[in-house]
């Protein structure tokens, strides 16, 4: 099968969990000496503190929003796989916080950290993790033998937060970073946190696809959770007001049509195209 002209290989969840073994780093081994004396000399923060309070907030929902996952239905290879994926994210909430740590802020809990982010976020952003995340994990808890409740919760979480709305946040922020030659630790560790995503999205990539190879009515799970949130994903993708086009470099409709090619692409893999939404 190929869809864009390349060899279209899709990792089983037992190749991903090598790739893991092979794939470990610490996040305080990333030097931050450069990022702290920058950042105490930008003039305008507002851009970063956004980006920085969305990354904060997001990767603790993530976080601590995934357990339900680990007790669903699954194969022993898929299991040890999501365990690798729940320390991955817990590994990416510390890198966060120690970036709040020695360079935003002073030294916190990561409840103060995550408390004081979530003054810069978005509603659109608080529907996405506080409440169609919420609800998703909910239901999966309540339900793990329940393979539509899985199958939504990975919609939710692989392939909309992390695929739709994550590849993108990391796409523009570090090309505008690297233009600019700013906060080079922080680029270094979202770089380690971006190659760790790739394997988490190609879990939820392969498990969507086997899901609705066995059971073909799950397409319209997958449609339902879609429709239901790309309008918040969408009002989310939105530069901070002034941070627009000046700063990034980027506009919404830029934004969100990185997005849309990366969903169109995946949606074909799982064997949903957009266009039926
Ligand atoms: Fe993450
Ligand atoms: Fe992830």
Redesign the pocket.
Known sequence: MSSTGHELHLHDPQTLYRHWEESQWNPWDIDLSTDRSQWSEMQDRSLMAFVLGSLMVAEER?TTKFSGLLGADASEEEVAFLAT?QV??AR?MQFYARFQDEVVSEPALIAVHVERAREQISPAFRTIFDERLVAAHERLVAKPGDRAAKVAFVTV??LT??ATL?LTTFEFSTGFLNREGLLPGFVAGYTR?HH??Q???GYGVWFLREALATDEALGDVVRQTLRELLPAVAESLTPPAGAEASALGASADDLRGFALDGLTRRLKIIGVPLDTL
Do not use: A, M, N, T
């Open positions: 993530i994926q991955d994210e990416h979480y692989h937060l992390e994550g946190i760790d995503e394997r988490h999205i």
